[in-house]
Protein backbone atom coordinates (compact mmCIF):
# COMPACT_ATOMS: atom_id res chain seq x y z
CA UNK A 1 0.00 0.00 0.00
CA UNK A 2 0.64 3.22 -0.42
CA UNK A 3 0.07 6.31 2.10
CA UNK A 4 0.24 10.11 1.24
CA UNK A 5 0.06 12.86 3.73
CA UNK A 6 -0.46 16.22 2.34
CA UNK A 7 0.33 19.78 4.30
CA UNK A 8 0.80 23.22 3.54
CA UNK A 9 -2.75 24.59 2.95
CA UNK A 10 -4.23 27.60 4.81
CA UNK A 11 -5.95 30.99 4.38
CA UNK A 12 -3.99 33.50 2.42
CA UNK A 13 -4.75 36.80 0.65
CA UNK A 14 -5.35 37.22 -2.74
CA UNK A 15 -1.57 37.71 -4.42
CA UNK A 16 -0.11 35.72 -1.98
CA UNK A 17 1.80 31.87 -2.13
CA UNK A 18 1.31 29.18 -0.51
CA UNK A 19 3.61 25.64 -1.02
CA UNK A 20 2.23 22.46 -0.95
CA UNK A 21 4.06 18.86 0.30
CA UNK A 22 3.05 15.88 0.02
CA UNK A 23 5.09 12.90 1.70
CA UNK A 24 4.53 9.21 0.17
CA UNK A 25 5.30 6.75 2.59
CA UNK A 26 4.95 2.54 1.83
CA UNK A 27 4.89 0.67 -1.18
CA UNK A 28 7.31 3.47 -3.33
CA UNK A 29 8.26 1.11 -5.85
CA UNK A 30 7.18 1.50 -9.52
CA UNK A 31 5.16 4.88 -9.31
CA UNK A 32 5.02 6.62 -12.55
CA UNK A 33 3.00 9.62 -12.01
CA UNK A 34 2.92 11.97 -8.87
CA UNK A 35 0.52 14.98 -9.36
CA UNK A 36 -2.41 18.29 -7.17
CA UNK A 37 -5.91 17.92 -8.47
CA UNK A 38 -7.84 20.19 -6.44
CA UNK A 39 -12.29 20.04 -5.79
CA UNK A 40 -13.72 23.47 -5.74
CA UNK A 41 -17.21 23.15 -3.70
CA UNK A 42 -19.86 22.38 -6.06
CA UNK A 43 -17.14 21.41 -9.19
CA UNK A 44 -15.94 18.54 -9.89
CA UNK A 45 -12.21 17.21 -9.11
CA UNK A 46 -9.83 18.26 -11.72
CA UNK A 47 -5.71 18.61 -12.11
CA UNK A 48 -3.56 21.47 -11.18
CA UNK A 49 -0.49 19.99 -12.13
CA UNK A 50 1.39 16.63 -12.51
CA UNK A 51 5.22 15.26 -12.75
CA UNK A 52 6.20 12.12 -14.02
CA UNK A 53 9.21 10.08 -13.29
CA UNK A 54 11.28 11.09 -16.09
CA UNK A 55 10.49 15.29 -14.68
CA UNK A 56 8.44 16.10 -17.59
CA UNK A 57 5.32 18.69 -15.99
CA UNK A 58 1.85 19.16 -17.12
CA UNK A 59 -0.38 21.86 -15.60
CA UNK A 60 -4.02 22.97 -16.28
CA UNK A 61 -4.47 26.31 -17.85
CA UNK A 62 -5.48 28.66 -15.18
CA UNK A 63 -2.34 27.59 -13.13
CA UNK A 64 0.03 27.72 -16.04
CA UNK A 65 2.90 30.87 -15.15
CA UNK A 66 1.33 30.31 -11.48
CA UNK A 67 1.77 27.28 -9.82
CA UNK A 68 5.20 25.14 -9.96
CA UNK A 69 5.18 21.58 -9.00
CA UNK A 70 8.70 19.52 -8.42
CA UNK A 71 9.28 16.17 -6.52
CA UNK A 72 12.50 15.23 -3.95
CA UNK A 73 12.99 11.73 -4.66
CA UNK A 74 15.42 11.34 -1.64
CA UNK A 75 12.35 12.45 0.51
CA UNK A 76 9.51 10.95 -1.36
CA UNK A 77 7.38 14.02 -1.23
CA UNK A 78 5.97 16.05 -4.42
CA UNK A 79 5.83 19.95 -3.50
CA UNK A 80 3.19 22.45 -5.04
CA UNK A 81 4.39 25.85 -5.19
CA UNK A 82 1.75 28.50 -5.84
CA UNK A 83 2.70 31.72 -6.10
CA UNK A 84 0.02 34.83 -6.99
CA UNK A 85 -2.89 33.11 -5.76
CA UNK A 86 -6.32 34.25 -6.77
CA UNK A 87 -9.86 33.41 -4.72
CA UNK A 88 -10.93 30.85 -7.53
CA UNK A 89 -7.76 28.80 -6.39
CA UNK A 90 -10.10 28.17 -3.26
CA UNK A 91 -10.37 24.27 -3.64
CA UNK A 92 -9.39 20.91 -1.23
CA UNK A 93 -6.10 20.05 -3.09
CA UNK A 94 -5.33 16.21 -3.01
CA UNK A 95 -2.17 14.50 -3.57
CA UNK A 96 -2.66 11.38 -6.79
CA UNK A 97 -0.24 8.94 -7.16
CA UNK A 98 0.27 6.66 -10.07
CA UNK A 99 1.65 3.36 -9.69
CA UNK A 100 1.90 0.20 -11.41
CA UNK A 101 0.14 -2.91 -9.45
CA UNK A 102 0.14 -6.50 -11.19
CA UNK A 103 0.31 -4.68 -14.46
CA UNK A 104 -2.35 -2.18 -13.82
CA UNK A 105 -1.72 1.81 -13.35
CA UNK A 106 -3.51 2.23 -9.99
CA UNK A 107 -4.34 5.52 -8.13
CA UNK A 108 -3.26 6.60 -4.68
CA UNK A 109 -5.11 10.04 -3.13
CA UNK A 110 -4.23 11.87 0.16
CA UNK A 111 -6.78 13.34 2.28
CA UNK A 112 -6.74 16.62 1.08
CA UNK A 113 -5.46 20.21 2.28
CA UNK A 114 -7.16 23.18 2.16
CA UNK A 115 -6.80 26.19 0.18
CA UNK A 116 -8.55 29.35 0.72
CA UNK A 117 -7.59 32.38 -1.24
CA UNK A 118 -10.07 35.86 0.17
CA UNK A 119 -9.56 39.02 1.28
Known amino acids: QVQLVESGGGLVQPGESLRLSCVVS????????MGWYRQAPGKQRELAAV???????NYADSVKGRFTISRDNAKNTVYLQMNSLKPDDTAVYYC?????????????WGQGTQVTVSS
Open 26 to 33: GSISDIIR
Open 96 to 108: LVNKIRFGLIQDY
Open 51 to 57: INNGGST
